[in-house]
């Protein structure tokens, strides 16, 4: 297995940099990856990045980490939940994945209390990839039926009624395909509306790999995973510039997760002493150093270095 990570500690410790802890606590955390092709041993290959983009308590969003892997397992997600450990994530309350593979077993193992939540996007672009293109606008409609339910048991039934109408005997895969994820699906029903809306939504990790991708785009392939990672830094590094606030939902989102979770959702430290001091950092210095250190690597390598491509 071979991964490129920036986000390793001892890195930014050999560059010489002085490594900041996280938050001690994150209500929700998107994982995410994108395709990138790049030049492996004489070939070029498809190689996933993935991208882990957390919400501070405060409602702020802070990138934890970026990794390339050629394939995504139990084994690495480990490795991956281990690392924002040491690094002073106490606790994750949510958790939003889209289905990787070995996910849930490797959270539980480092933060058993968490939530793993499929996101619902996902869940919705995966059904449209059954069907034909003149009749995905029909099917989305219909799928809201399930998302859309009061509770998980509304949503039970009316995914039996898809399945059992006209959209579900065109296209069985579909529903089939909401049945081997139910399980990480009814978590959402147990949220109310308000936080539905920012996991359903997904905005921030969707437009995070919006820019990432059109970046990639123009490029074609490259030549290293470091040539990869150094272009991918600048464009988070710019992207962490622009946000500046909190979504509109999140103070209502905020109350609901102080009574779901209890004394989770205001732990800030914890054990973590050295967090302490990290937390009384301005928060334009924080997330600043939050990113550079999640990208540590590319930042005193390759920052020194023209930004050039064969």
Excluded at 17 to 25: C, I, K, Q
Excluded at 54 to 68: E, M, N, Q, R, Y
Excluded at 96 to 108: M, P, Q, R
Excluded at 175 to 204: D, H, L
């Amino acid at each position: 297995m071979t991964a490129a990570n920036l986000g390793a500690p001892d890195r930014s410790v050999a560059a010489g940099g002085r490594t900041p802890h996280l938050e001690a606590m994150y209500p929700l955390v998107f994982f995410d990856a994108l395709r990138v092709k790049i030049r492996d041993e004489g070939l070029v290959r498809n190689k996933a990045v993935y991208v882990a983009l957390g919400v501070t308590p405060d409602g702020t969003k802070d990138i934890l980490g970026l990794w390339i892997e050629t394939s995504e397992g139990a084994k690495f997600w480990l490795r991956v939940m281990n690392e924002l450990k040491n690094r002073g994530v106490g606790d994750i309350l949510i958790a939003v994945v889209d289905g990787l593979k070995g996910f849930l077993e490797a959270i539980n193992a480092v933060f058993p209390q968490t939530t793993v939540q499929t996101c619902i996007v996902h869940l919705i672009r995966n059904s449209m990839e059954f069907a034909s293109y003149k009749d995905r606008k029909a099917i989305a409609g219909a799928l809201k039926t399930i998302y859309r339910a009061s509770t998980a048991e509304v949503a039970k039934e009316a995914l039996e009624a898809f399945d059992g109408g006209h959209w579900g005997k065109k296209y069985p895969s579909i529903a089939q395909g909401w049945r081997r994820n139910w399980e990480q699906v009814i978590p959402f029903f147990a949220f109310p509306i308000a936080v539905r809306r920012i996991i359903y939504t997904t905005n921030a990790i969707e437009s995070l790999n919006a820019k990432l991708r059109r970046a990639v785009r123009t490029r074609g392939h490259f030549p290293t995973d470091d040539a990869a990672m150094k272009l991918l830094y600048l464009v988070l590094r710019q992207v962490a510039g622009e946000w500046k606030m909190a979504s509109r939902e999140w103070c209502e989102a905020k109350n609901q997760f102080a009574i779901m979770f209890d004394d989770r959702s205001s732990q800030r430290d914890g054990n973590l002493a050295p967090h302490t001091r990290f937390l009384t950092v301005p928060l334009a210095v924080r997330r600043k150093s939050t990113v550079a250190h999640a990208l540590s690597t590319a930042r005193y390598r390759y920052l020194q270095q023209p930004l050039t491509f064969t």
